[in-house]
């Protein structure tokens, strides 16, 4: 078995493996089988060359602490500019695609406090009607029923999260002469109850 040959070739699958660790997501095992293929080439380099030459162990060695940074350097500096590795690195989004986003967002939080009306039941997520615009709403982790009151209390990406209004919302359409009326025969019936003769 030659031993020189399997440390070359593992040291250069090696440090192929540790290239493809930084731009593929693996979770680490790319970077495992790395290390395991590097150690496989010292042991193999050993074998070779510890006891008949020493120098060439040396130079082995210092070959070997000289490539891993060097070609993990080059990698980063040119591979992004490669055609593979365009199609394997997402490209930084434009400066038009950020803005659009950031518009969107801007646009969202300025409903931050106001009043609108679910359209669709929550389970927890949904559709919220608010000045006159429907938005993709969530609420905090609980049903809610359409056709009622919430209010936009925060912002999580591009919904709305939202909560249920505790008090009757007062209809802006109606005149005050109507709100005064309704809001008396709200007042008659709810004391509506009779007394018990002592």
Same mark, same amino acid.
């Given at each position: 078995m030659?031993?020189s040959?399997i440390a070359?070739?593992?040291?250069?699958?090696?440090l192929?493996?540790l /290239?493809?660790?930084?731009?593929?997501p693996?979770g +680490?095992? *790319?970077?495992?089988?790395? @290390?395991?293929?590097?150690?496989a080439?010292?042991?193999a380099?050993w074998?070779?060359?510890?006891?008949s030459?020493?120098?060439?162990?040396w130079?082995?060695?210092?070959?070997?602490?000289?490539?891993?940074?060097?070609t993990?350097?080059?990698?980063?500096?040119?591979?992004?500019n490669t055609?593979?590795?365009?199609?394997?690195?997402h490209?930084?989004?434009t400066?038009d695609?950020?803005? +659009?986003f950031?518009?969107?967002?801007?646009?969202l939080?300025?409903?931050?406090g106001k009043i609108?009306?679910?359209?669709t @039941?929550?389970n927890?997520?949904g559709f /919220?009607?608010?000045?006159?615009?429907?938005h993709?709403?969530?609420?905090? +982790?609980? *049903?809610v029923?359409?056709?009622?009151? /919430?209010e *936009?209390?925060a912002?999580e990406g591009?919904r709305l999260?939202v909560?249920?209004?505790?008090?009757?919302?007062?209809?802006?359409t109606?005149s005050?002469d109507e709100?005064?009326?309704?809001?008396?025969?709200?007042?008659?019936?709810?004391?509506?109850?009779? /007394?018990?003769?002592s």
């Open positions: 030659d031993y040959l070359i070739l593992a040291l250069a699958v090696a192929m493996m /290239v493809a660790e930084i731009f593929l693996s +680490g095992l *790319i970077a495992v089988l790395a @290390l395991t293929s590097l150690a080439s010292v042991w380099a074998m070779a060359w510890w006891g030459s020493p120098g060439l162990w130079t082995y060695i210092a070959s070997v602490i000289v490539l891993i940074p060097t993990l350097g080059f990698a980063v500096r040119f591979f992004p055609a593979w590795g365009k199609k394997v690195i490209e930084v989004p400066l695609e950020v803005t +659009g950031q518009e969107e967002t801007a646009h939080r300025s409903l931050i609108g009306k679910t359209q @039941l929550l927890p997520s /919220v009607l608010v000045n006159h615009e429907r993709h709403c969530e609420s905090q +982790g609980m *049903i029923d359409s056709q009622v009151d /919430v *936009i209390i912002v591009t999260v909560k249920v209004v505790k008090q009757p919302v007062v209809d802006e109606k005050g709100s005064a009326a309704s809001d008396k025969s709200m007042a008659d019936e709810s004391l509506d109850f009779e /007394v018990p003769d």
